[in-house]
């Protein structure tokens, strides 16, 4: 069974920075392509950053700059760094394992996701 485990969320005041961190289990980590989303109250859930097998990294523009994704393959561990966070940026951060190297099509599976509160 395929399982995603995320920590690291948390309350953080406006300008301040997270890790975010995502173990994989159940799955050869290293073949695949990984990505964060996020979900704010009220609002559908939306993709912020993807990384493929090969370390090729992608953002949605209000992130550029400010959020950086990695994998470390000996740990089979997913990062998402958070630095300048904003209100707005409040939200449930979960991470997903894609069905193929690169970070196109559906996702496999969903960690349980991890709450970032960013407020003064």
């Known amino acids: 069974q395929v399982q995603l485990v995320e920590s690291g969320g948390g309350l953080v005041q406006p300008g301040g920075s997270l890790r975010l961190s995502c173990e994989l289990s159940?799955?050869?980590?290293?073949?695949?392509?990984m990505g964060w989303y996020r979900q704010a109250p009220g609002k559908q859930r939306e993709v912020v950053a993807t990384?493929?097998?090969?370390?090729?990294?992608n953002y949605v523009d209000y992130v550029k700059g400010r959020f950086t994704i990695s994998r470390d393959n000996a740990k089979n561990t997913l990062y998402l760094q958070m630095n300048s966070l904003k209100p707005e940026d409040t939200a449930v951060y979960y991470c997903?394992?894609?069905?193929?190297?690169?970070?196109?099509?559906?996702?496999?599976?969903w960690g349980q996701g991890t709450l970032v509160t960013v407020s003064s």
């Open positions: 997903a394992k894609y069905r193929t190297p690169l970070a196109f099509g559906t996702v496999q599976a």
């Open positions: 159940g799955s050869i980590f290293n073949i695949y392509a």
């Open positions: 990384i493929t097998s090969a370390g090729g990294t």
